[in-house]
């Protein structure tokens, strides 16, 4: 099954500066950057046939992959000047890498590889800057099991912010922002063909074709309160690289158990 990830946008609250060209996904967590941990997290499921959606900075992630050091991240022999891997992270990989533009909104990424992903009945996507554990068969599932065109996972609100309900001004309760109940795109999808019959020209992944299908009773969604972290900004980045130096990796499933053998 092939995984549509979305690499392409400036990621503002991530840059360092006017000369700082490093798209968010190659922003670091431990020794790899977010997108390699992103597409681990699919390839532990099989699903290793990647569609890189690049944009700004795409030379980023194209000399990441051209030069990649399996040695990084791998144990290995070093014997009479060769080295000898004992295991590998992507040589099974397909990754495929398209310009779709530097200014494009989400759903113009998604139409531009849309020939890509010709031929799947069912496809995954992933704005590629937040990891998670949550069970992608489970996903996956979701769908397969309804007629919908699309599933989403949705989050509890990730904001720390207190909520205040008022009579008038009066406050009647105050609660955090997480226990409300609402729920937030948390950028996980599972979709079908029909997606690209709502999305148009230059037009929004979410609010376009997932709304629209909403609208006609075709959206599901995956409900998930395990662990979701984005990094969105420096301090939420900061928080994944420290929790990745202290052992605690909640999203590395692939160090915890064998891969799951998911069907294509």
């Known amino acids: 099954m092939k995984v549509v990830l979305f690499c392409g946008g400036y990621g503002m609250r991530m840059r360092n500066g006017p000369a700082d060209d490093v798209p968010k996904p190659m922003q670091l967590v431990g020794p790899r950057p977010l997108l390699w941990h992103v597409m681990r997290y699919y390839a532990h499921f099989g699903h290793k046939d990647f569609v890189l959606c690049l944009g700004y900075g795409a030379r980023h992630i194209k000399d990441f992959f051209l030069s990649y050091t399996e040695t990084a991240s791998n144990d290995f022999v070093l014997r009479d000047g060769q080295v000898e891997l004992l295991s590998t992270d992507i040589s099974d990989w397909s990754i495929t890498f398209v310009h779709t533009g530097i200014e494009s909104s989400i759903g113009e990424r998604l139409r531009r590889v849309r020939e890509h992903v010709a031929g799947e009945e069912i496809f995954l996507a992933n704005y590629a800057d937040v990891l998670s554990d949550a069970p992608l068969d489970e996903m996956i599932a979701n769908l397969r099991e309804s007629d919908a065109g699309a599933s989403m996972m949705v989050v509890p609100p990730q904001s720390t912010f207190h909520c205040v309900e008022l009579e008038g001004t009066q406050v009647r309760s105050i609660s955090s922002a997480s226990q409300l109940p609402v729920w937030e795109n948390a950028g996980f999808f599972v979709l079908r063909q029909e997606i690209f019959d709502y999305i148009p020209e ?25 662990f979701w972290q984005p990094a969105d900004t420096f301090k939420e980045r900061a928080a994944l690289d420290a929790a990745y130096e202290s052992g605690e990796r909640p999203w590395m499933l692939w160090e915890k158990k064998a891969p799951v053998g998911a069907s294509a």
């Open 202 to 226: 230059n037009g929004d992944l979410v609010e376009d074709a997932c709304g629209t299908l909403a609208g006609k009773g075709r959206l599901v969604a995956y409900p998930y309160r395990g």
